[in-house]
């Protein structure tokens, strides 16, 4: 049996093997023909180091073995080195349509920004697949947003994995929902969106092995981190990215900024960056690491609303509560009944949205969870949960379908 290794991007969720996924010794990981159906299993694919399948297995795999035995007689290699001349190309990330389900097509999303930022230095027309990227969050957001910040913050709150690209596609979505709160225009929410999306391209490796680090960053890692943005800002301009508002965004997303006491009196440039930021520092408390739990939406909420020493409350963050609320889509809340349950969607008021019961309140799963309106004295929320911590798998099709198409009476999405 001859394998070649696969790029683990290329793996969605929903997506239906053409083919059988393997390991470094040929052990069936999951059957050609199965779908990979949970976030879970998509991520216990994505965080092996190396998933093979069998070469003959596709037509793909077969022109990308003639190919190699091309490349390999031109070079007249040995025929030894046959593997190092061998890539298959199951996919191209960048060039799928969008098709099937909300969850597969936010997890397509991801996918292709995964490729990209991991192929910023080889990839053509890099700019204009960001910005494609962008047209897509766009359209997601559009036709269902409520479900889509489900998704959104329900896989950057409870999965280590892949925290980078997640962790941008994230920001981006939210400083496109805030684009209207700041007035700001056509240009400078698309510039802002693509800044979001690119603002790690120089340490995603590194971000996503701090996720699962335990320890602090030693010396080389902080000095990393502490040059990012310069050279995040000179990759993408050797990536031949010409939008200038763009570029400065991601030059200065970790920049100390003051400015006027109203962000609109602010220029473009700073009022776009320090969105970025607030949105940034957010999500970023929220997400777990190996080397701590996330905060919980509240004490999330708190940091970037209310910062110490500080008697007027953040714009931005007043502006996260008032789309998201206190506890966005996706996090989790137990219940003054006892029952511990995932928010699904803002209520009237920020702090009593709507939320369906996954666990009872001996920790228990509950085989169909049940919408509750937290506005009712007996289904309030006792705290917020730090949602790494909650121990319960959600089949994400049903909660998505328990998802309201319409806001609660009084509030406008």
Same mark, same amino acid.
């Given at each position: 049996?001859?394998?070649?290794?696969?790029?683990?991007?290329?793996?969605?969720?929903?997506?239906?093997?053409?083919?059988?996924?393997?390991?470094?010794?040929?052990?069936?990981?999951?059957?050609?023909?199965?779908?990979?159906?949970?976030?879970?299993?998509?991520?216990?694919?994505?965080?092996?180091?190396?998933?093979?399948?069998?070469?003959?297995?596709?037509?793909?795999?077969?022109?990308?073995?003639?190919?190699?035995?091309?490349?390999?007689?031109?070079?007249?290699? #040995?025929?030894?080195?046959?593997?190092?001349?061998?890539?298959?190309?199951?996919?191209?990330?960048?060039?799928?349509?969008?098709?099937?389900?909300?969850?597969?097509?936010?997890?397509?999303?991801?996918?292709?920004?995964?490729?990209?930022?991991?192929?910023?230095?080889?990839?053509?027309?890099?700019?204009?697949?960001?910005?494609?990227?962008?047209?897509?969050?766009?359209?997601?957001?559009?036709?269902?947003? #409520?479900?889509?910040?489900?998704?959104?913050?329900?896989?950057?709150?409870?999965?280590?994995?892949?925290?980078?690209?997640?962790?941008?596609?994230?920001?981006?979505?939210?400083?496109?929902?805030?684009? #209207?709160?700041?007035?700001?225009?056509?240009?400078?929410?698309?510039?802002?969106?693509?800044?979001?999306?690119?603002?790690?391209?120089?340490?995603?490796?590194?971000?996503?092995?701090?996720?699962?680090?335990?320890?602090?960053?030693?010396?080389?890692?902080?000095?990393?981190?502490?040059?990012?943005?310069?050279?995040?800002?000179?990759?993408?301009?050797?990536?031949?990215?010409?939008?200038?508002?763009?570029?400065?965004?991601?030059?200065?997303?970790?920049?100390?900024?003051?400015?006027?006491?109203?962000?609109?009196?602010?220029?473009?440039?700073?009022?776009?960056?320090?969105?970025?930021?607030?949105?940034?520092?957010?999500?970023?408390?929220?997400? #777990?690491?190996?080397?701590?739990?996330?905060?919980?939406?509240?004490?999330?909420?708190?940091?970037?609303?209310?910062?110490?020493?500080?008697?007027?409350?953040?714009?931005?963050?007043?502006?996260?509560?008032?789309?998201?609320?206190?506890?966005?889509?996706?996090?989790?809340?137990?219940?003054?009944?006892?029952?511990?349950?995932?928010?699904?969607?803002?209520?009237?008021?920020?702090?009593?949205?709507?939320?369906?019961?996954?666990?009872?309140?001996?920790?228990?799963?509950?085989?169909?969870?049940?919408?509750?309106?937290?506005?009712?004295?007996?289904?309030?929320?006792?705290?917020?949960?730090?949602?790494?911590?909650?121990?319960?798998?959600?089949?994400?099709?049903?909660m998505l379908r328990l998802i309201p198409k319409q806001s609660p009476q009084g509030f406008a999405f």
């Amino acid at each position: 049996m001859d394998l070649i290794e696969i790029r683990q991007n290329l793996l969605l969720l929903g997506m239906a093997l053409e083919f059988t996924l393997r390991d470094e010794k040929g052990a069936v990981l999951l059957a050609k023909g199965h779908r990979i159906e949970t976030l879970q299993q998509l991520d216990g694919l994505r965080s092996r180091k190396k998933i093979f399948v069998e070469i003959d297995e596709s037509e793909e795999g077969i022109r990308a073995m003639m190919a190699g035995i091309t490349t390999l007689n031109k070079l007249g290699a #040995p025929i030894k080195d046959f593997s190092k001349h061998l890539q298959l190309n199951i996919s191209d990330p960048n060039s799928v349509k969008l098709t099937g389900p909300l969850s597969e097509r936010w997890g397509e999303v991801e996918s292709k920004l995964a490729g990209l930022l991991a192929s910023v230095s080889s990839t053509s027309d890099f700019e204009a697949k960001v910005q494609q990227l962008d047209t897509y969050i766009q359209a997601l957001l559009t036709e269902n947003s #409520p479900a889509s910040q489900f998704l959104l913050f329900n896989r950057a709150v409870t999965h280590f994995s892949g925290y980078s690209v997640m962790h941008s596609l994230l920001c981006a979505s939210l400083v496109h929902l805030l684009s #209207p709160f700041f007035a700001l225009t056509e240009d400078e929410r698309k510039s802002l969106v693509c800044a979001a999306l690119t603002m790690n391209v120089a340490m995603t490796r590194l971000q996503d092995a701090l996720a699962l680090q335990k320890m602090e960053p030693n010396a080389a890692q902080r000095s990393e981190i502490n040059s990012h943005a310069a050279l995040g800002r000179q990759t993408l301009v050797d990536a031949k990215v010409t939008d200038e508002q763009w570029l400065e965004i991601v030059a200065l997303h970790h920049t100390p900024l003051e400015g006027p006491e109203t962000l609109a009196d602010w220029p473009p440039v700073q009022r776009m960056t320090k969105i970025l930021q607030t949105v940034d520092r957010y999500t970023a408390a929220m997400s #777990p690491r190996k080397s701590r739990s996330g905060r919980s939406a509240r004490d999330s909420v708190l940091s970037v609303v209310m910062k110490p020493g500080v008697v007027k409350h953040d714009e931005v963050g007043t502006a996260l509560v008032r789309i998201l609320g206190v506890s966005p889509a996706g996090t989790y809340v137990k219940l003054v009944n006892g029952e511990t349950a995932v928010v699904i969607r803002r209520g009237i008021k920020p702090g009593e949205p709507l939320v369906a019961s996954v666990l009872n309140r001996n920790d228990e799963p509950i085989s169909e969870p049940r919408l509750h309106d937290t506005s009712r004295e007996k289904l309030s929320i006792q705290n917020t949960l730090v949602a790494s911590e909650v121990r319960v798998n959600l089949k994400l099709e049903q909660m998505l379908r328990l998802i309201p198409k319409q806001s609660p009476q009084g509030f406008a999405f």
